[in-house]
Nanobody
Framework: VQLQASGGGLVQPGGSLRLSCAASGSTSGIKAVGWFRQAPGKQREFVAGITWSGSTSYTSDSVKGRFTVSRDAAERTVFLQMSSLQPEDTAVYYC???????????????????WGQGTQVTVSS
């Protein structure tokens, strides 16, 4: 499985961005895709996830109401729509695939098998 994250950039506070995570290769084993972010000097933080079927999604309390995760099944792409961005959202954003039996969304990076390369999101005026 290869994951390609894209869509990051520089945005002013209050602005929006949409990140994409395109999956390729043998994707049949993917059970869920998670979005993480990592700011300089901080641990990698889980922000959102969606099952590969698209039936269930989750956003963390830190981004709830501002971020939305969705999936385009035909394109095998997962999106993270981010709005009302604030400087504290500045980080490198990663997508990752979970291939384990799905019961709930895993929030620790160790549960994810494949990772995209990350895309930088900078929120600044």
């Amino acid at each position: 499985v290869q994951l390609q994250a894209s869509g990051g950039g520089l945005v002013q506070p209050g602005g929006s961005l949409r990140l994409s995570c395109a999956a390729s290769g043998s994707t049949s084993g993917i059970k869920a895709v998670g979005w993480f972010r990592q700011a300089p000097g901080k641990q990698r933080e889980f922000v959102a996830g969606i099952t590969w079927s698209g039936s269930t999604s989750y956003t963390s309390d830190s981004v709830k109401g501002r971020f939305t995760v969705s999936r385009d099944a035909a394109e095998r792409t997962v999106f993270l729509q981010m709005s009302s961005l604030q400087p504290e959202d500045t980080a490198v954003y990663y997508c990752a695939s979970d291939h384990g039996y799905f019961v709930r969304f895993h929030t620790t990076p160790q549960a994810y098998l494949y990772w995209g390369q990350g895309t930088q999101v900078t929120v600044s005026s």
